[in-house]
């Protein structure tokens, strides 16, 4: 049997730029009610740019809700709308400034699936050229290339935190182990 929720009811509580949070009364399966606080997010895009050495791309930069500095794949979120696969090639020349001549989907992450309806999009691109950044003016970051077992060390030490990393690096070594 599958579970669900029907929505009855939703409030707007915050409209920002990058989130809307609503507050939605809920019929559960047993037919008792309950709310449900829920951050609505356009979602994002992931790109893991890989060289023929097996190095990986990563950034560093400062994230502020978490009041430290972060490595990750470059990303970026989506606008409404926006393709995914087309924001990962944008943020893989933004971030990186590279292109690729081939890309391999890892899938999608769910970052919080607790009260986020947030959903990444991870593509790996391989056979990549230089062509320079194009960060955005509020952008400040560090392009670092990162050997695959060096970065396997990352997650496992925990230096490397953000979820769609750890997710894209666990992926493509499992990718390549089973080839």
């Known amino acids: ?60 930069q400062f994230r502020y809700a978490l009041g430290e500095e972060v490595w990750e794949l470059p990303a970026g979120k989506l606008e409404a709308g926006e393709d995914p696969f087309a924001a990962a090639k944008r943020e893989l020349e933004e971030e990186c400034g590279l292109t690729a001549d081939e890309y391999t989907s890892l899938g999608v992450l769910y970052p919080t699936v607790g009260y986020d309806s947030e959903k990444i999009y991870i593509w790996i691109a391989r056979g990549l050229h230089t062509t320079g950044q194009h960060l955005d003016d509020d952008e400040f970051l560090d392009v670092h290339k990162v050997p695959l077992e060096k970065a396997l060390a990352m997650v496992e030490d925990n230096t490397i935190r953000d979820s769609k990393t750890i997710a894209g690096i666990l992926r493509y070594a499992l990718m390549r182990k089973g080839q």
């Open 1 to 60: 049997m599958a579970h669900s929720e029907k929505t009855l009811d939703s409030q707007m509580i915050f409209n920002g730029r990058v989130i809307r949070v609503t507050l939605d009364k809920v019929l559960l399966e047993n037919g008792n009610t309950s709310t449900r606080e829920v951050v609505h997010h356009h979602g994002g895009a992931c790109i893991m740019p890989v060289t023929d050495q097996n190095e990986i791309y990563m950034v560093r």
